[in-house]
């Protein structure tokens, strides 16, 4: 099956440090990538949505300049979270669409980013 | 109002029980519906999913959706210790929003021997 990785799984930072995490299709290309964040015993909350080769789209009320996404191949999309604050701290979830239906999508197992 | 509501829970039952999950949405314009099984600090990994209106069945589960309610049920027969988790319910559009999906905030679910 469609496997995603995520790396680091687990990230402990400073406040106002950068951070970056890794979402690549080990065993596909995908066309799009999303990528999530879920609050303890919360859903996931699309953050955006990101198109090889093109800029990422972003949902509404996520600040663009805080959460760079990178989309630099068909396997590879990147999340930096730039000048990190304790509310920061989450689960980052990234998924990969093969070309096709909405359920067409792969998980990665996510990464527990905590800032201190 | 949310798009997706998804009672939490949590849900506990004893092992071999009927399991019944649940979501309502209030976009008419969703056309596929999914469930997703989330264990602990895991990714979510997807159980079944239907297209419009109707019945789903693979082994023990069971997905249905009634879209003249706007509801989504998903059923586990036997259910099993290992099907402890989360389980999600998500939405999504066709046209340009292909891909995008809408989740509902899941039901903790424990089935203890």
């Known amino acids: 099956g469609a496997v995603v990785s995520q790396h680091p799984s687990r990230v402990i930072c400073k406040s106002g440090t950068s951070v970056k995490i890794e979402c690549r299709s080990l065993?596909?290309?995908?066309?799009?990538m999303f990528w999530y964040r879920q609050f303890p015993k919360q859903s996931l909350m699309l953050m955006a949505t990101?198109?090889?080769?093109?800029?990422?789209?972003?949902e509404q009320g996520v600040e663009k300049d805080k959460f760079l996404i990178n989309h630099a191949s068909l396997t590879l999309s990147t999340l930096t979270v730039t000048s990190a604050h304790p509310e920061d701290s989450s689960f980052y979830i990234c998924?990969?669409?093969?070309?096709?239906?909405?359920?067409?999508?792969?998980f990665g197992p996510g990464t527990r980013l905590t800032v201190t | 109002q949310k798009e997706v509501e998804q009672d939490p829970g949590p849900l506990s039952v004893p092992e071999g029980a009927i399991v019944s999950l649940n979501c309502t949405y209030s976009n008419s314009a969703f056309q596929y519906f999914m469930w997703y099984r989330q264990y602990s600090r895991k990714g979510p990994e997807l159980l079944m999913y239907t297209y419009s209106s109707g019945n789903k069945e693979d082994g023990r589960f069971t997905a249905q959706v009634d879209k003249s309610s706007k509801y989504i049920s998903l059923f586990i027969r036997d259910s099993q210790p290992s099907d402890s988790a989360t389980y999600l319910c998500?939405?999504?559009?066709?046209?340009?929003?292909?891909?995008?999906?809408?989740f509902g905030q899941g039901t903790i679910l424990t089935v203890h021997p």
């Open positions: 998500a939405t999504s559009t066709g046209g340009t929003s292909y891909g995008k999906l809408t």
């Open positions: 990101s198109n090889e080769g093109s800029k990422a789209t972003y």
């Open positions: 998924s990969a669409r093969i070309r096709g239906l909405p359920y067409e999508q792969y």
């Open positions: 065993d596909f290309q995908a066309t799009t």
